[in-house]
Structures are given as C-alpha cells and as structure tokens.
C-alpha cells in the first residue's frame, strides 16, 4: 500500500483497495499491473531521500515574520523519469518562468503546482506548502503504465496510467491539490494517518484539493462539480471519479473496480483494518460535511468555509489524533471566532456537521 506512519507518510491518490480489486477482477494483464503496484509502492517509501526534519508552519510563520522569505512564487521544478521506477527523474524538463514544451504531463504537472500554490496564496496568504516559500517538485512519466500518484515528503511523482483503466494521473488538478495539501497538514496538525485522524488528514486534501480547482475555474459551490478525480478514469471504466463530495459512495461502480465504498453518514461508518482503517473510506463523512457547508454558505467555497477548514487546521487544538467530532468543535469554534457565536456561518458548520451524525 502507499502509507506509513513516519511524519513524512507517502500518500497516494489511488487508495489500495482499487488496487486489491483489479487484482482479483481485472485481465490478466491489470491484475500484474495492479499486483506489481501494490508492491512497488511500500518499496518507494522505505528507500525515498530522507530529508532534515520538517519545518513546521509555525516555525515558517515565524521566519517569514524576520524577513527570511522568498518573493511569493511556486519556484517549480519539473523532472522526467523516462519510465523508470526513479524519483526524483533524471532530466530536468521545465523550470519557473520556461514555456510550456509540449509535453502533455510535463505542462499539466507544472500548471497543477502552480494553481495549488494560487489558492493557498491569494485565498488564505500561505507561501507554498511550508509557507515560507518551498519550492514544489515534480516527476512525471514514472515507472511503466504506473497507476498512482504521490506526496512523498519532498515532491509530487505521476505515474502515466495504464490506459485501460486510468489516463495520465496529471489529467486531473483536484489530484494535485489533494496531495499538495498532505504536505500543508504535515507541517501543521501531523494529523496521524490511521483510523478518523487518518480519514480526516484524507478529507483536508480532498477538501483543498476541490477548492484548487474551483478557484482556478471560478466556479461557485452550487458550479463545483466536487469530484476528485475527475477524468482519471477512462472511458471503459463505469464512473465518473475516484470519489465524489456530494455523494459520497457513487463515484463509481465498476465490475473490475468494483463499487464506492464511502459513507456519508456516521452510521455507515466503516470499521475496518484495511486502508489504514479506512482513512480513504470514511473519510467521505467530513468530505461531506464540508460540502453541505460549503452549498449553505454559498459563494466561492474557498472563502468563508474553506477559511473556516484552514483555520481549523492550523487551529492548536487540531492534534495528532483529532478525529471528527474534534475537529467538528474547532471547525465550530473557529467559525464563532471569525463571524460571531450567531452567525450563518456557525449555523451552517453545526448543521452540515450534524448532517453526516458527527455531532
């Protein structure tokens, strides 16, 4: 699988019980593809750089209070492994500033990092994934047919897809923000990857990771169509996404990929030893309780509610193991700091919150 309890985890887009279902129900070709992948990926975390330690936000709050900060741009570095199973890629393809050079992925990997930075930047005036200037890294064409996408700590690494089942793991932008965001809530709450800790650092991603796309597109909430994933999957595939915010559980149902297992609701929350303890499953509770919030809000969802998240996140009270009822409370809390104790936005985070039986 593609996890690991180290503060720097590596998180993959594509959760392993897609994988364990290709396995058992795909051609023969996709079960080696989806067999060598769920072996691949455990290799990648125990042999990637190690790196000094994190830098935490505080600690970059504070050096960027002294002055010891970059201008505010993404410092993007775009590297091709040429199909080989290495990253960082050997060859250096575009840099900050360079045109686009025709690859489809170098270009789409390269945009994707910088409207990530966009959001946090002009929406909550964070400076790259530590905020205090990080440049953001990149390596595509890793591997052959490589069905994944990945944070491992220091940069992000594309798989081209097999194809079959899934395209290029560029196509999709809430992808890139989503796993952008796992570097931010590394160096903030360290919000544990196992269990609802777990699922709650899977739903912050996949919250941000809507919202990167939606403020490059300037959609409204009730415009989002709040997928992630969204054209990852190909045309053979029955379904629309990896997972859908709105609806959790109706992504997809396919009989190789087999059916969305997300719940929406407290009630069907999953108990499982599988996935870290279902952190990419159950994390379809909070996905939706930011949803709800969000369409009660109404407006741009990175501003009043995705301030209120961010906030939140960065909030003392959000630790380790905060599960959701948790991280409910200072969601609540935030929202009556920054709006007043009877304001809609309180009113809309208790009510989305009780919406999905959190609170």
């Known amino acids: 699988m593609c996890t690991s309890t180290h503060r720097h985890s590596l998180h993959c887009i594509l959760p ?17 593809m989806a067999v060598r992948s769920l072996l691949v990926d455990p290799t990648i975390r125990l042999v990637r750089a ?13 050096r960027a209070a002294a002055g010891n900060i970059l201008a505010p741009s993404p410092l993007r570095t775009i590297r091709d492994a040429g199909g080989e199973p290495e990253a960082p890629g050997a060859t250096v393809v575009r840099r900050e500033d360079d045109g686009p050079t025709g690859d489809i992925a170098v270009d789409e ?15 909550y005036q ?23 996408a990945f944070w491992d700590g220091t940069q992000m690494v594309f798989g081209d897809g097999d194809g079959e089942l899934f395209n290029r793991f560029t196509i999709s932008l809430d992808v890139i923000g989503h ?11 360290g919000l544990a990857y196992f269990n609802q800790s777990g699922a709650l650092n ?15 597109l300037g959609q409204t909430a009730d415009q989002a169509d709040w997928l992630i994933g969204a054209g990852l999957l ?24 087999g059916r969305d297992p997300q719940p929406g609701h407290m009630d069907d ?79 809309a985070v208790t009510e989305a919150w009780s919406a999905v039986g959190v609170i």
Request: hydrophobic share 40%; charged share 20%; aromatic share 8%.
């Open 16 to 32: 392993p019980y897609i994988l364990s279902q290709i396995a058992e129900n795909g051609s023969p070709e996709m079960r080696a």
């Open 269 to 347: 929350f999953v108990r499982t030893n599988q996935d870290n303890g279902g952190v990419h499953i159950n994390s379809g509770i909070p996905n939706r309780a930011f949803y709800l919030a969000a369409i009660a809000l109404g407006g741009n969802a990175w501003d009043r509610a995705g301030q209120i998240w961010y906030n939140a996140l960065l909030d003392p009270n959000t630790r380790a193991n905060t599960d959701f009822a948790g991280f409910a409370r200072v969601t609540i809390d935030v929202a009556m700091r920054l709006h007043g104790s009877g304001s809609a936005e309180v009113t």
């Open 234 to 257: 190909t045309a053979k595939v029955n379904g629309v996404a990896l997972r859908s915010m709105m609806a959790p559980g109706t992504a997809y149902d396919d009989p190789v990929l």
């Open 202 to 216: 899977e739903s912050i991603s996949d919250v941000f990771g809507s919202l990167v796309k939606q403020h490059l």
């Open 50 to 62: 190690s790196t000094a330690g994190p830098v935490t936000g505080a600690i970059a709050r504070r």
């Open 126 to 148: 964070r400076n790259s994934i530590d905020d205090a200037g990080l440049p953001l890294d990149a390596t595509v064409h890793y591997d052959q047919d490589y069905d994944n």
């Open 109 to 123: 990997a390269y945009d994707g990092l910088g409207a990530t930075f966009a959001l946090f930047w002009e929406a």
């Open 179 to 189: 796993e952008l965001t796992h570097g931010v809530t590394e160096r903030e709450a």
